[in-house]
């Protein structure tokens, strides 16, 4: 079984592949409208495109001469889920140090009167 964390983060450490998913995220596209921003050749587009696909985050249809790509909002959950837990974490780390840091300046002012 693919390790689909990994596949996520490692599509989404290309910015070209980030650039096509913020295109995506505005609606289906085609491979040629995918590329048309890029300074790359078709094929190029296409091995990415193979990337964010073989990672769930897009899927290609066929429609006669069109090949057609959408996003897959919902394989992103599981890199966000992943982040979630390390923001919840960060976030009750720094409320400790805020309330320890508060303790130690109410002592100073009480030692301080």
């Known amino acids: 079984m693919p390790d689909t964390l ?4 490692a599509a989404l450490s290309d910015p070209t592949r980030r650039a ?9 596209a085609n491979v040629s409208d995918l590329a048309r921003p890029f300074d790359m050749s078709l094929p ?5 495109l ?3 696909e073989k990672a769930g985050l897009i899927s290609k249809s066929r429609e006669a001469q069109r090949r057609p790509c959408k996003l897959n909002p919902d394989a ?3 890199a966000v889920d992943w982040i979630e837990q390390y923001r919840v974490f960060w976030e009750e780390s720094f ?7 508060k303790s ?8 301080g009167k």
């Open 20 to 28: 096509i998913l913020h295109r995506l995220s505005k609606g289906e």
């Open 95 to 101: 409320d400790r140090l805020d309330e320890h840091l």
């Open 104 to 111: 130690i300046t109410a002592k100073q002012n009480q030692k």
């Open 50 to 52: 193979k990337v964010l």
């Open 6 to 9: 990994s596949l996520t983060f």
């Open 76 to 78: 992103l959950k599981v």
């Open 44 to 48: 190029a587009i296409t091995k990415h």
